[in-house]
């Protein structure tokens, strides 16, 4: 006789799918469509029919330490073959939402991320902190219109930089803003993710003979998953929303793309600037760095624009709730995009006044974009790659010798 399973359903995470998104979650009744068009399915693991009913019957446990959750790039096939209206893509979309909240690093900071009520006092906090900082420093009076220049933005000076150890007031004061505040994201992702791998793998239990070393795990599992995400390959599988490659894969680009040209800035104001004079002005229009900067910015409004528009006709076309996950990393992030552009187009025409209303605005924005990271949906880019390694991982030899 089969052994029974006692089901102790989490209603609370019930609710709360149902208001992430997931309101359509009872719909379901279990046909298996969405696991025959799902390009993640397998016969061994009929995605996403399982979680659908893990999800209806509120086992909480299960669903935030299932890898395949995490390694569904919300195609939307299976929401749109399913024939009850049920909408699997927006379950998931919700369970994973949630997902970053529950292993989310300090909880109260996840917590407040999490919720849509608080957008004010998410704007506010790193709001304050640049504009204490800007007022503290005394650089809120305005340069001559051909004196335009952000590396003073945090000066009182603006005719000439104050210099404190080889470097300027205004990279210190830079760098105390913004290098704390990725260090805790760094670190706050990592505790996640972190907790979410402990408990993938003790689904698994997983000996510590079979645990593969630090290099072995990064070359054999990390590195492959990475390349995988930027080529975009499994998006590539879709079918029904196969254009979200051309939003989606720009915008990665462009993260790169900004990332190599920070750590330039960083070399050449942080580092070189301390011997060379003349590596704290702007950055000239012809340098190949610069050219880099604003074709990755151009690159990155033009990705999260089409990924703007994907939605927005994803919601009128399948009659989606619109969620909080969803759109406020889409519109932070093209904040980040159109403020960074002003900024430097209003420089170049010769307006003081808005040119460092958007750089401030810009300064506020990336610094949202870091506080929240680990909390939002940007948490994707770690959550799944991770999820990417551990299929990689449960595939090999390392997890196979379990049950050898």
Not at 202 to 220: D, G, H, N, W, Y
Request: proline fraction near 5%; aromatic fraction near 12%.
């Amino acid at each position: 006789m089969a052994e029974g399973m006692k089901v102790e359903p989490d209603l609370e995470f019930i609710k709360y799918l149902k208001n992430a998104g997931g309101d359509t979650l009872k719909k379901c009744y279990q046909c298996a469509t969405c696991s025959v068009v799902c390009p993640l399915s397998s016969d061994t693991k009929p995605f996403p029919r399982k979680e659908m009913i893990w999800a209806q019957w509120g086992l909480k446990d299960k669903l935030v330490a299932d890898p395949d959750v995490m390694l569904c790039h919300q195609c939307g096939d299976c929401t749109a073959y399913c024939p009850r209206g049920a909408k699997p893509g927006d379950v998931l979309g919700a369970i994973r939402a949630y997902a970053y909240t529950h292993y989310g690093f300090p909880s109260g900071l996840a917590k407040l991320v999490s919720k849509g009520s608080n957008l004010p006092l998410l704007i506010a906090l790193p709001a304050l902190i640049i504009l204490a900082v800007w007022w503290l420093s005394g650089g809120m009076s305005l340069p001559a219109a051909d004196a335009i220049d952000f590396g003073m933005f945090f000066d009182s000076h603006k005719d000439h930089p104050t210099l404190i150890g080889g470097l300027t007031l205004n990279v210190l004061l830079i760098d105390a803003i913004f290098v704390p505040a990725l260090g805790f994201a760094v670190f706050a992702a990592y505790k996640g993710v972190s907790n979410m791998w402990c408990d993938m793998a003790a689904k698994l239990e997983v000996k510590s003979e079979f645990r593969p070393s630090a290099m072995q795990f990064v070359t054999e599992f990390l590195v492959p998953s990475v390349k995988e995400i930027i080529a975009h390959k499994r998006f590539r599988e879709c079918g029904a929303n196969l254009n979200r490659v051309n939003g989606h894969l720009p915008l990665v680009l462009s993260f790169i793309g900004l990332f190599v040209v920070t750590t330039y800035g960083m070399i050449r104001k942080d580092i070189l600037g301390m011997f060379i004079e003349g590596m704290h002005g702007p950055i000239p229009l012809a340098d190949p760095f610069k050219l880099l900067a604003n074709v990755s910015a151009i690159a990155l409004i033009v990705g999260v624009g089409i990924l703007w528009m994907n939605r927005a006709h994803t919601e009128e076309e399948n009659n989606a709730t619109p969620t909080f996950y969803d759109w406020f990393l889409i519109v932070k992030i093209m904040t980040v995009g159109i403020t960074g552009l002003s900024a430097e187009l209003t420089r170049l025409i010769g307006i003081p006044v808005l040119a460092y209303l958007f750089y401030y605005m810009h300064l506020v924005s990336v610094l949202m974009l870091f506080m929240y990271m680990p909390y939002s949906k940007f948490a994707h880019m770690a959550y799944r790659t991770f999820a990417m390694a551990f299929e990689r991982y449960r595939a090999s030899g390392f997890a196979k010798n379990i049950e050898e």
